[in-house]
């Protein structure tokens, strides 16, 4: 088994939905990663949970401190899957899903790769996890760091998905 470093493991304190969120919003990421959880007052989010609880309930999940894993299915190794509602922010999604299969290679588990499930849509998409991949993902995970060391969040950037954000009233009320 391969010796982690000092700075992998610090890498791996992130949760899945930070990474998201770091790609989406970092204003987002830093009022959530902050304990200003708004999920649960959105309608979108509560039929994204439904979809995922319905479409694959026999499934089992993986979670710890850290990651909260849809389900894992195994073929020669771990297989990744996560659900999604939409894929309007689908770059988030895939790097939460890349970032999933490095947390768990850096656990020692043999993560192939990641399925990507868009039951409403009724599409699928593999996501692969390369050398580049990682780059990008230990950028995204210093990005992180650096917005979470802020003292208040970030000045709010207007997208076009905010309108339909937990956090619309938060930034707009």
Known sequence: ????????IKELKFKGTQVAYAIVCERKLWLFSKGIALEHTSDRVNLGKLIDQTSFKSEEGYRDENVSIDFITSENG??????????????AHLFQIKYYIYYLRKKGINALYGIL????????????FTEDDEIVLKKLLSGIENVLSLSSPPALVEKPYCKKCAYFEFCYG
């Open 1 to 8: 088994m391969e010796i982690i470093s000092y700075d992998e």
């Open 78 to 91: 771990i297989i990744v899957h996560e659900v999604k509602l939409s894929k309007a922010l689908e770059d």
């Open 117 to 128: 499930h868009y039951p409403k849509m009724k599409k699928i998409r593999k996501v692969e």
